[in-house]
């Protein structure tokens, strides 16, 4: 298995730009999720889904859309990039969130963003 | 608003010392919590996690203790070896609906040889 991957590992966007980052695992997980990570932060959750078809917002929503269209695939969409949004950007998998008792998330190895 | 918070943001000990890094959380419905080690330029990865129904729970060479009385999570390293410098996140569930992790800031291990 490879795990999560995620693609690219670095970007640099101007602002207003728009783009895409992938993610895909083939755990057969049902719940993925993307997260930011800033310098002296933790963790903030962005979008999340508990399975093909079903999104929802986490702390962090705003300028990013998702979609989930197959059980592999959750990619991350930046509407119009902003230099707030320069961050690394995880995206993680669970098998389905605590239903079968862990809570744990494998992430991937994560995008590096810069927006000038 | 509800937070996960750590007491110390950095801890160097020496090779073969054991490591205590300390978690504080504020949200008294969280029954989950889970320790994550991330090393500079990967992504987080699984150490141990608890439940609230324990108070203690041991692993290889790590071991979480769970205070739900004053809301203190600690995660206890044995015998720290150069491997283990990272930053250590300690993250938390409020069980139910709620299909989110809320996580720490971070500490950062150093273990000098």
């Known amino acids: 298995n490879a795990g999560v991957t995620q693609t690219p590992k670095f970007q640099v966007l101007k602002t207003g730009q728009s783009m895409t980052l992938q993610c895909a695992q083939d755990?057969?997980?049902?719940?993925m999720s993307w997260y930011r990570q800033d310098p002296g932060m933790g963790l903030r959750l962005i979008h999340y889904s508990v399975g093909a078809g079903i999104t929802d917002q986490g702390e962090v929503p705003n300028g990013y859309n998702v979609s989930r269209s197959t059980t592999e695939d959750f990619p991350l969409r930046l509407l119009s990039a902003a230099p707030s949004q320069t961050s690394v950007y995880f995206c993680a998998s669970s098998l389905d969130f605590g239903l079968s008792s862990s809570y744990e998330q494998y992430f991937g190895p994560g995008t590096r963003l810069t927006v000038t | 608003g509800e937070s996960v918070g750590l007491h110390l943001p950095t801890l160097s000990v020496q090779e073969g010392d054991n490591s205590i890094i300390n978690c504080a959380y504020s949200n008294s419905a969280s029954d989950y919590f889970i320790w994550y080690k991330q090393e500079s330029g990967k992504g987080p990865q699984f150490i141990i996690d608890?439940?609230?129904?324990?108070d203690k729970r041991q692993g290889q060479r790590v071991t979480v203790l769970l205070n739900k009385t004053v809301k203190h999570l600690s995660l206890q390293i044995a015998a720290t070896q150069p491997g283990d410098s990272a930053v250590y996140f300690c993250a938390e569930n409020s069980g139910g609906s709620n299909y989110k992790l809320t996580f720490g800031k971070g500490t950062l291990l150093t273990v000098n040889p």
């Open positions: 608890i439940r609230s129904n324990m």
């Open positions: 755990m057969n997980h049902e719940y």
